[in-house]
């Protein structure tokens, strides 16, 4: 059985040895399946994230720093810039002229302009409104940033367009340019 | 042949006890029993690069760390936590890649590898003992350093070496296996048996300020300084104010601190620890005013725990 092994390998190692590529099957097997449980506990669901586009905008309710009770479900049949900012956040100071200088040309179309301020003191929000005069944007503060996880946001500044029925439009991750916001609104809403 | 043998079962059993530690590693979050780190650990920050939530500075990771900590306190196990933050990113915030599609590949091409590897390794190994131990023809003498070993011994004895190695590579697979299929449930474990206080965990205010008093008490001001302002934002209490001002005024922010207590005070003229705080915050600016603050709050509060240190103060400027 095991002479003509020298010359014909294959010959004698197969009676006694054929188990092995087996065993490497069942190793195999063993990983794909050990894996696809580990897999399976890890993946609950994936379908699109909440904030995807086109998806009915999260919820975002609260009390502005006004004191004036804010729920966006209530703003439906308009559309709604919402922006995550924070006084921390260099972009966003740049940024909020601009949504508010948007929310005076597109009044007569009844935008509206949402403030998040994620994970900041009211003292520092109310400092950073009173610097960039974006005292008139209603702001709803998020002190632990968990409304800023339930919108999927990424970081700050952020910025969602809700339209008139409530869902995601558009949105920006980082800063919006001007052109960004015209072009967008001027689609939903037409020309100012 | 022994020291030889010998040498292969000490490599073996250093390879068996490395794969027992990359995989337990691996399986436990670098020596984490915190389901709340654990979950973190298993996200990568939508922020940064090649940064898990768990290790991320970026203020949306600590938010995302805030959420994890909240929904585990109000007894959502941590599938479901999971869960809700992938309906939120989507799967691309989960570090294992997801088992369909490309994902599935990336989960596939390394069990392949190592199938075939360990298989082709060990059929190659065994060809190579089959050939060495081809029994030797009868005229040719016994190699001296095998001793009183006969032909017949040594087959015997590389069919349980062979055994060894096979043994090892079964150990090996079955290791990983094992702690692939039980570390989903070891994530588990972990969580308190017992239901959460229903206090602690009803009311994110409350820990918060806990935290606050616990960075207070290790000398971390600014810090303990933000979570009492964050809590102070989510409830507008005079307490929260003066433990505020508290904290401002050991950072030598007295202006602030003097502006809380005034707040304070505006409701409520003659709350004494309102009048403490802002005595001690008017010290620095205007010691003549702080001198009659303080005796204010000796006036109404002369059984106060700190009546006797403001006394000595008072009297001493």
């Known amino acids: 059985m095991s002479h003509p092994l020298r010359r014909r390998p294959t010959a004698g190692w197969r009676p006694r040895f054929r188990w092995v590529p087996t065993l490497a099957l069942l190793g195999i097997g063993t990983l794909g399946v050990t894996m696809a449980v580990g897999v399976t506990g890890t993946v609950v669901r994936s379908g699109p994230p909440a904030s995807a586009l086109g998806a009915p905008a999260p919820a975002l309710t609260g009390r502005s720093l006004t004191g004036t009770p804010v729920d966006l479900a209530d703003l439906r049949g308009r559309v709604v810039l919402v922006n995550l900012f924070a006084s921390w956040c260099g972009p966003c100071r740049a940024e909020l002229p601009l949504l508010v200088a948007a929310q005076r040309r597109w009044a007569a179309r009844d935008l509206r302009v949402l403030g998040l301020a994620v994970r900041d003191g009211e003292t520092a929000v109310r400092a950073l409104l009173a610097e960039t005069g974006a005292t008139d944007l209603t702001v709803v503060p998020d002190p632990t940033g968990a409304t800023a996880v339930s919108w999927g ?3 700050v500044p952020e910025t969602f367009l809700v339209d008139d029925q409530g869902r995601i439009a558009d949105r920006a991750t980082g800063p919006v340019t001007a052109e960004w916001l015209d072009r967008r609104l001027t689609r939903l809403l037409g020309a100012p | 042949m022994r020291p030889r043998q010998a040498a292969k079962a000490v490599v073996l059993l250093v390879l068996l006890l490395g794969a027992a530690l990359g995989v337990y590693r691996s399986a436990r979050v670098a020596g984490d ?6 979950l973190a650990a298993g996200l990568r920050c939508p922020a940064c690069q090649g940064e898990s939530v768990a290790d991320s500075r970026s203020p949306i990771a600590a938010a995302m760390r805030e959420v994890i900590a909240d929904q585990l306190q109000a007894g959502h196990s941590p599938a479901e936590v999971r869960t809700y933050l992938v309906s939120r990113y989507g799967a691309e915030i989960l570090a294992a890649p997801p ?6 590949l990336l989960w596939l091409v390394p069990a392949l590898a190592l199938g075939i590897g360990t298989g082709s390794a060990l059929r190659g190994h065994r060809r190579t003992r089959r050939y060495r131990h081809t029994p ?3 005229t040719r003498p016994a190699p001296v350093r095998s001793g009183t070993a006969r032909p017949e011994d040594r087959t015997r004895r590389a069919i349980a070496a062979g055994g060894i190695w096979n043994a090892g590579a079964v150990a090996v697979l079955a290791l990983v296996g094992g702690v692939a299929v039980a570390a989903p449930h070891l994530t588990a474990v972990p969580r308190p048996a017992a239901a959460p206080d229903p206090v602690a965990s009803a009311d994110p205010v409350l820990d918060l300020l806990a935290l606050a008093r616990t960075a207070e008490g290790q000398g971390r ?8 302002r964050t ?4 409830r507008p209490d005079d307490e929260i104010r003066l433990r505020l001002a508290f904290t401002l005024i050991r950072t030598g922010r007295s202006a602030e601190a003097a502006r809380l207590a005034e707040t304070v005070l505006a409701g409520r003229p003659d709350a004494p620890d ?3 705080m802002l005595g001690l915050a008017q010290r620095d600016t205007d010691p003549a005013t702080s001198t009659r603050t303080l005796r204010r709050f000796l006036d109404r509060a002369p059984g106060h725990p700190a009546a ?8 001493a400027g």
């Open chain 2, 274 to 276: 309102a009048l403490l």
């Open chain 2, 33 to 38: 029993d915190d389901p709340a780190r654990r």
């Open chain 1, 153 to 155: 946001a990424a970081g």
């Open chain 2, 221 to 228: 001001y600014e810090a303990a300084a933000q979570m009492y």
């Open chain 2, 308 to 315: 006797a240190e403001i006394r000595r103060l008072v009297e």
């Open chain 2, 231 to 234: 809590a102070l934002a989510q």
């Open chain 2, 99 to 104: 088992a369909r599609g490309w994902g599935l």
């Open chain 2, 136 to 138: 030797v023809p009868a």
